[in-house]
């Protein structure tokens, strides 16, 4: 396997763990002195969205509950599905709202089942009846993926993991491994790369965050051991796993835009907020900052905030109101909790 050696390469990946003057840097957009936690007490809160009333919907990955949050007020739960089989790092993961939630009351949620992950949607319930959008997703105890979101395109797009057989990445047949783009009822977009396929790009080993600015999509990449990612995602485009792990430098791979080593990262969910792409890490406990540059790349090395503040770190994601959300991770198996986790937290926008 060919790994990452450039210096530049090195020097990101050292940047430091808060914020600087540097020239470039990524400048906080949010006052991480002003936290309000929002919940308390969760068990491995993984997926998050929001509804149109600001309220926000998170899923609890072994016991398939579904909360809804609203600042100042306590969690209740709307929905538990069946059919969830949590086990590793399975279970029910991601979550998206419906852009036309007002009308037809769409939830979508990407979780293990028994034989694979697989996205259903559903109006909340109780014991909600599951319709089922995507199926035959690879499954294995580790790199499930599971994030989902709907892009600006009113399309729903997934990050899928290589279910550990690093074949599946490379594969086009497989939907492991790869992002996918669909239509709200799982069809194949008419302008997806390959007729009839939902693959929209190749060459990944466990994508469980992305998001969009200034119409561009970008998203987070676990490595093995050496080198984690947030990648430029262009339709189409083979992202080199197996083969490469960082940067490849050959024409037949996309490179990353950045690098860290996997003691810093293991970045999992992520999103744009104005010229900053955000990355919650899980192992590197914090957030990073990544400066965009607006036409696809980066202005500057990431820097960090939060470091070791709330420990594993799984999504984060910006509200309606501004506001950003993250969610902890320290109840997962992997981290050490604190006598209140795990938590939901939020951060606001700093004044103009």
Avoid: C
Avoid at 331 to 352: E, L, M, N, S, W
């Amino acid at each position: 396997m060919r790994l990452r050696a450039l210096v530049l390469g090195i020097a990101l990946s050292l940047a430091p763990l808060t914020a600087d003057a540097a020239a470039g840097a990524a400048d906080p957009e949010f006052d991480f002195t002003a936290p309000d936690v929002v919940a308390t007490g969760l068990t491995a809160p993984w997926g998050l969205a929001f509804l149109p009333d600001g309220s926000a919907l998170v899923s609890e990955r072994d016991s398939a509950r579904i909360l809804r949050l609203t600042p100042g007020s306590p969690a209740t739960e709307v929905a538990r599905l069946t059919g969830v089989q949590p086990a590793g790092e399975g279970g029910l993961l991601g979550l998206a709202v419906s852009p036309a939630y007002a009308e037809d009351g769409y939830v979508y949620a990407y979780y293990t089942a028994a034989s694979d992950n697989r996205i259903v949607r559903f109006k909340p319930a109780a014991t909600p009846t599951q319709e089922v959008v995507v199926a035959g997703i690879p499954k294995a105890s580790v790199h499930n993926g599971g994030r989902i979101h709907f892009g600006p395109d009113g399309k729903l797009y997934a990050g899928t993991g290589d279910a550990a057989q690093t074949g599946n990445a490379q594969n086009p047949a497989s939907l492991g491994g790869k992002i996918l783009r669909l239509n709200p009822d799982g069809g194949v977009p008419s302008d997806n790369p390959t007729p009839s396929s939902l693959v929209y790009t190749l060459g990944h080993r466990n994508v469980q965050g992305f998001g969009w600015g200034g119409g561009h999509m970008y998203a987070t990449e676990f490595g093995q051991n050496t080198w984690d990612e947030v990648n430029h995602i262009t339709a189409g485009s083979n992202y080199g796993w197996p083969e490469v792990e960082g940067d490849g430098g050959e024409p037949t791979y996309r490179d990353p835009l950045v690098t860290w080593s996997t003691s810093q990262a293991s970045p999992s969910g992520g999103t744009v907020a104005g010229d900053t792409f955000y990355a919650a890490a899980l192992r590197g406990t914090r957030l990073w900052l990544v400066p965009l540059d607006g036409g696809g790349g980066t202005s500057g090395p990431p820097t960090a905030e939060l470091a070791a503040a709330y420990g594993r770190l799984r999504e984060v994601a910006v509200a309606p109101d501004g506001h950003l959300w993250i969610l902890t991770s320290n109840r997962d198996g992997r981290g050490t909790p604190a006598p209140d986790d795990d938590r939901v937290i939020r951060f606001p926008a700093r004044a103009p």
